[in-house]
Nanobody
Framework: QVHVAETGGGLVQTGGSLRLSCAASGGIDSTYSLAWFRQAPGKQREGVAGLDSDGSTRSSISMKGRFTISRDNAKNTVYLQIHTLEPEDTAMYFC????????????????WGQGTQVTVSS
């Protein structure tokens, strides 16, 4: 059974950093594309960054610079490093997997985790 699980969220101060992890199992392997999305209260889910099996990456324009996605295929894990956190980054962060490369549009992704909460205090 497919399982996607995010960890690493928490409460951090403005200007701090976090690294989120997402472990995938149950048939999700290195051929899948993996991505991070986030959803703040009262807002729509938005894509943060994606990483394909060939190493190609994509990110939302607004996310460029402070968010870095990477993966460890041996561990079937994808990471999201967030630098210089801002209160506007407060959101639930979700990991998603897709069988083929997809744009950062939520309905196009096949499997989802439950999310990990990131809260940035001012």
């Amino acid at each position: 059974q497919v399982h996607v699980a995010e960890t690493g969220g928490g409460l951090v101060q403005t200007g701090g950093s976090l690294r989120l992890s997402c472990a995938a199992s149950g048939g999700i392997d290195s051929t899948y594309s993996l991505a991070w999305f986030r959803q703040a209260p009262g807002k729509q889910r938005e894509g943060v960054a994606g990483l394909d099996s060939d190493g190609s990456t994509r990110s939302s324009i607004s996310m460029k610079g402070r968010f870095t996605i990477s993966r460890d295929n041996a561990k079937n894990t994808v990471y999201l490093q967030i630098h210089t956190l801002e209160p506007e980054d407060t959101a639930m962060y979700f990991c998603a997997a897709a069988r083929t490369p997809q744009p950062l549009i939520s309905p196009l992704w096949d499997y989802w985790g439950q999310g990990t909460q990131v809260t940035v205090s001012s």
